[in-house]
């Protein structure tokens, strides 16, 4: 009999999940027979029989997970002869790992000291190998990181139980072990000691999971001795708990004496003290411990109002507190600035926005009084940003466009508004679509329910084109560039027959709008016209469909969709993409945008561009690739 | 005195008070036989028996459920949920139940229970067994949230939580089960809850940290050390109700706080933290609250979890931020 065991299915995933079998026990297979559908986290695979025989047993039901690597199913070769005992023993036997584990560990007599897989402290059956840390044949040290196991839950590093000579290694990176089935033997030198199963012997068990009982996740160990206790400021040996006792029950360490090794207060002290001998620090009064505090010599002061005593360039100590909790107030340290003018000079105001002192006391650099000079503007409107409190040029500008604002403010209310008037009469009843716009709300509901829509965004940088190059022009041309870079986009794809058709061609249909509904108006063989050519057929169309005159056929054979909606307005879009065709190209509204051009920042002109494609007929590299192309050829200035 | 690290100081408090008093009672998914999932519980069922160490079903609205009846009788059970992110099924009960017991029953019931979870990120486990959704519980009042820091605390903290007459909420960092050492002395001594732990005396910016956190807050108190920075180190401990007193009286004196936590940014018990130095220290500080956090995502997996947890050059760069206001 051979046992097929499952392979990676090519994702490097660790198990794959049986969906169904497509064979039974006792069935005929021939070789490359599909024989069971796996799902990986990814995708559903049908792997193939490697043999032809008879199928003796499946390892596993639907919806059961098969490790990569294990057994999924024994055959029979054709022309193997089976006894009905052995057939009996697959049968029976739930997990061969178990036999080929056990075999490992009991049958090679030479290799001394078998270290069994221990528990690692979750209570998992089975841990897999990430990676062994050391060969065959290397020198071990007891506590020495031997290997990498990961368990559903954490990758736990193994140390050697014992110093030796690694003899041999019973699995490599990916393989399963099960807990308690051998995972390294260690030649120690002393007499080989032969370890059996040891799930019959719970003793055992125990044993080796105290030998690894340190590791569970990748934890850090250390055999640092820390002591709790220190001696503090104060000179008192103890512990911060102790003294967070201390200072609960209100009693001074200092009165204490210690009953612990080298006179050390302990917790049982300072509970055999009576409460609150002394006051202690909460006892004082907050306001006199802030006093004290590093905020400052004198009264306490609110961040607003140090900020601006610092600008003022004001000692807060200086300043008489009238504020909550004995504070010094943003109006005290205003009162104090008022109080320090010589005489004459006018008064401090408020930190409202106009303005913050007299322009005598405003610090500003010559150049920026000058600034505000040219402009008109007073530089006490102007609010100081800047270095101690001085106003700068970047204040001027706020200040100035306030003003502006102000005054646009003034122009607007002053001026009449006029809304704008109804563009057409409308009727009020609902009426049924008809001609073009019944077609397109059939189409694209129906479209939108079969295709798999995605989106691409992107922008050209058209700054380089020349004056009046024409728009719509450099997009066709830019459509067809693309369908030579990336041809998988200009295709037709059949959802049915799942075929797809690539085409040699571009038949380039361009959205127009008109008031009797969507029209898709095609240029056929649009990349072999002239450019000239190309504008010309487009106009023509756009004539036929205004004067009525476009017929079907000039309206059907499209294997690409342009729409220019940013003529109007909008600047990125997912429109419908209309099968067969694969995808539609959507051109938003050309905007400025600041380019860093070196050190140098430019306004440019930049072109938005959206592609919007049936992720059933193309991938997003081929979809990416197209639209990268057509920025290329968008951004070129030539 | 025998060398613990945090989880066997876990260990050891469990067994002190499943000796202390016959009350006590542990249960959770593999907490018997099997020794529990980190190891918290090894040696127990066989030391008091399966009667009193309960391996129970894989069902933590159960664990929770149970533990609440058994309160409610007098019994102190000690629950162990494996992983903080599978404490959910569980919510229901402790928050909708737990944590409202004593105030339903207008005293007349109250639940001397403790739910110990290992939580927190940093040893390459999957994101829900990385997370720390500390704020969940403490925004819930009845329940108290206790984060012991090192070995000494979790044993003297583990005590009290056992003993407290109320639902608490242990939550032990995983990340530093085994980090250090502590020379911890059995003697059954429990540390004071709802209150905070200095750990270092400084005068120019505090930082509050809480569980895994203290570790690298401390070392980066010693980084700044070097560069002229006096930094006030606070253990939080317990996160809910926590000890605002002992923080607002160390900012008093520095004028800056950084609080660092694992948790997300958003809606944490960091943000607590700064929004009650804002109502009440505003007069006191010289800089913008600092936090050093998590972000406002799901904890990456193990590549990643790196970049997420708060680094000690994290923490030591807020405070050079705070420190430039002067």
Known sequence: MTDFKLPDLGEGLPDAEIVQWLVAEGDRIEEGQPMVEMSTAKAVVEIPSPYTGTVVKLHGGPG????????????ALEGEEITASEKAEVLSTSDRQDELAESAGTDEPDLGEVFLLPDLGEGLPDAEIVQWLVAEGDAVEEGQDMVEMSTAKAVVEVPAPFTGTVSKLFGQAGDVIQ??????????????????????????KQKASEKAASVVGAMEVGDQIKAESTIGADGIKTGAAVRALARKRQIDLGTLAGTGPDGEVTLADVRAAPDGRTATASEVPQAQRQAAGKAGTGAPIGPAARSLAG???????????????????KQDVLETARSRMSGGARPVQSSGDASLAAGKGIKAAPKVRAYARDLGLDIRAARASGPQGSVTTGDVDVALKAANEALLGDFRAGGAYKRPERAYEVSGRAERLVGPRRVMSQAMAKASSEVCHTSLFDQADIAGWAEGSDITGRIMRAVIAASMVEPAINAWFDGKSLEKTIHQEVHLGVAVDSPKGLFVPVIKNADSLAPDDLRAELNRLRTAIADGSIKAAEMSGGTLTLSNFGMIAGRFATPIVMPPEVAIIGIGGLFNQLVLVGEYVEEHRHMPVSLTFDHRAATGGEAARFLAAMIVDLSLNF | ?????????????????????????????????????????????????????????????MIAGLSIGMATQGMKPVAEIQFMGFVFPALNQILGA?????????????????????????????????????????????????VPSNPSRAYGLLLAAIRDPDPVIFLEPKRIYRIVKHEIEDDGEAYPLDTCFVDRQGDDVTF???????????????????????????????????????????????????????AVRTGGVASDIAAELAERCLLSLIAPVGRVTGYDTIMPYAKLEGRYLPSVDRIADEARKVMAFS
């Open chain 2, 208 to 262: 509050v940290a809480w569980g895994a956190m203290m570790h690298e807050t401390l070392l980066a108190a010693e980084m700044l050390a070097k560069e002229g920075v006096s930094a006030e180190v606070i253990d939080l401990a317990t996160v809910a109700p926590y000890d605002v007193e002992t923080i607002i009286e160390s900012v008093e004196k520095t004028g800056r706080c950084v609080i660092v936590a694992e």
């Open chain 2, 98 to 146: 737990a944590a409202r017991m004593r105030n339903r029953t207008r005293g007349r019931l109250h639940l001397p229970m403790v739910v110990r979870m290992p939580y927190g990120g940093g040893i390459h486990a999957p994101e829900h067994h990385s997370e720390s959704t500390e704020a969940i519980f403490a925004h819930t009042p009845g329940l108290r949230v206790v």
């Open chain 2, 1 to 61: 005195m025998p060398t613990l690290t945090l989880i066997e100081a876990v260990t050891l408090a469990l067994d002190h008070e499943m000796g202390r008093d016959k009350e006590v009672v542990i249960l959770g998914e593999d907490v018997g036989r099997n020794g529990g999932v980190f190891r918290a519980t090894d040696g127990l069922q066989d030391k008091y028996g399966d009667q009193r160490v309960l391996d129970t079903p894989l069902a933590e609205a």
């Open chain 1, 179 to 204: 807990t308690g089935k051998p995972l390294v033997a260690i030649a120690t030198g002393a007499a080989p000691k032969a370890k059996t199963d040891t799930e019959s012997e719970p003793q055992g």
């Open chain 1, 64 to 75: 059961e997970v098969i490790d990569t690597g294990a057994v999924l199913i024994t055959f």
């Open chain 1, 311 to 329: 600008s003022l360039g004001i000692d807060p100590s200086d300043i008489a507190p009238t504020g909550p909790r004995g504070s010094v107030s």
